[in-house]
Every structure is written in structure tokens, then in C-alpha cells.
T-cell receptor, first 113, second 113 residues
Framework: ETGVTQSPTHLIKTRGQQVTLRCSSQSGHNTVSWYQQALGQGPQFIFQYYREEENGRGNFPPRFSGLQFPNYSSELNVNALELDDSALYLC???FGQGAYEQYFGPGTRLTVT | RKEVEQDPGPFNVPEGATVAFNCTYSNSASQSFFWYRQDCRKEPKLLMSVYSSGNEDGRFTAQLNRASQYISLLIRDSKLSDSATYLCVVRPLGGGSQGNLIFGKGTKLSVKP
């Protein structure tokens, strides 16, 4: 196992609501990246946090936001949920700025109705 | 053109077969390359990094051809447990999305008895 944990495992929300997903990185890792994986697709990069600062962002609107805490755990917040936000949200843990080898948590499956 | 393209699959092979997956990437400045494996409804797991000189890990061999922007994965003596989706992953150099891993859609492998 990677030692990366995520909570909750499953979540059902209604369109327009807000959601917060959580991730704890592997011991010794200081970088967390978030990805969205729709059914039948590869994961798509949302953003990365390195030492509590955003270190890059993919093509996602501002209603997707995040935080990293001093212990390197991280949150992903999504406001004004849309039906298309239904997906598996993955966080990945790594060491150092940039991607290199990333280790994924089990993901949070979000369903928006 | 998609940034990372893979054989669409699915590949259905008997146990013991040798199977090869191919992947092409569009950004010639890409810096790092990986193969991940993803089981159904699970997170992606790093299978191996891909180096310019090619590398082998047991039954798995990865090759990189930078001139052709082509990556391959060869699995020898397939096992039932190799059944999964194999994701080709590229890390581009620089750009506005540091830390961005770009995933292909994946190729599904099914190994039959």
C-alpha cells in the first residue's frame, strides 16, 4: 500500500452544493497532487500543492480550490457542483517540486445528482 | 491530437502470452515517462518509470523512443493477475502546470485461463 489515505470513500451531493475532499500524504512526502478521473478516461490534473502553496494548475475552473496544511495533508474543495463533476477524485503524494513518481490514494467517488 | 494516445484495446490474451502496449505523446519536451496499472474501480498504481535506455522489471520491459515520441510496455508470460488497465503517463517539461502528469485513456488487458 502507498500510505496515502483519502476521505470520504464515497459521497453523494446535489447540484449546486459544495464538497470538501481530504487527503493524507505518504510519510516523508511534501507534495500532493489532485486528479479527476471520469468513467472510461485517464486521470486529469487539477492542481498540485508543494509546501503549502499551489505549484501548478490544470484546466479546471476557479470553483475547484485547494489547501495544503503544515503536515502536508490536503483538501480539495468544489463549489457550485455540476452533474459533470461526478467522478473519482484521486490525490497523489510525492516528494519535491514537480511530478516525478507519484503514489495515489484510493480515491473519493463523488456522485452529483 | 491528444497529448498521450494509447492503443484502444481491449487486449484479450491467454495465460502465458506476450503482449505489447504502445503509446505516443505529442509534446517533444516531455521529461519523464511512466506506466501505471489500474484495477477496476481502484487507484492507479505505479508499475514502472521508463528510462531512455529502456528498463526491465521481471516480466515487464519498458522502452522509450524520444525521436519518435513513442513508449512501449511488453509483458511476457502473462498471468491472470495482470488483468487490468495500463495507463501511459507523461510529464511535460515546464509550462504553466508544474507537477502535471498527463495520462492516456488506458488500455484494458484481460488475461484468460
Amino acid at each position: 500500500e502507498t500510505g496515502v489515505t483519502q476521505s470520504p470513500t464515497h459521497l453523494i451531493k446535489t447540484r449546486g452544493q459544495q464538497v470538501t475532499l481530504r487527503c493524507s500524504s505518504q510519510s516523508g512526502h511534501n507534495t500532493v497532487s489532485w486528479y479527476q478521473q471520469a468513467l472510461g478516461q485517464g486521470p486529469q490534473f487539477i492542481f498540485q500543492y508543494y509546501r503549502e502553496e499551489e505549484n501548478g494548475r490544470g484546466n479546471f475552473p476557479p470553483r475547484f480550490s485547494g489547501l495544503q496544511f503544515p503536515n502536508y495533508s490536503s483538501e480539495l474543495n468544489v463549489n457550485a457542483l455540476e452533474l459533470d463533476d461526478s467522478a473519482l477524485y484521486l490525490c497523489a503524494s510525492s516528494f519535491g517540486q514537480g511530478a516525478y513518481e507519484q503514489y495515489f490514494g484510493p480515491g473519493t467517488r463523488l456522485t452529483v445528482t | 491530437r491528444k497529448e498521450v494516445e494509447q492503443d484502444p484495446g481491449p487486449f484479450n490474451v491467454p495465460e502465458g502470452a506476450t503482449v505489447a502496449f504502445n503509446c505516443t505523446y505529442s509534446n517533444s519536451a516531455s521529461q519523464s515517462f511512466f506506466w501505471y496499472r489500474q484495477d477496476c474501480r481502484k487507484e492507479p498504481k505505479l508499475l514502472m518509470s521508463v528510462y531512455s535506455s529502456g528498463n526491465e522489471d521481471g516480466r515487464f520491459t519498458a522502452q522509450l523512443n524520444r525521436a519518435s515520441q513513442y513508449i512501449s510496455l511488453l509483458i511476457r508470460d502473462s498471468k491472470l493477475s495482470d488483468s487490468a488497465t495500463y495507463l501511459c503517463v507523461v510529464r511535460p517539461l515546464g509550462g504553466g502546470s508544474q507537477g502535471n502528469l498527463i495520462f492516456g485513456k488506458g488500455t484494458k488487458l484481460s488475461v484468460k485461463p
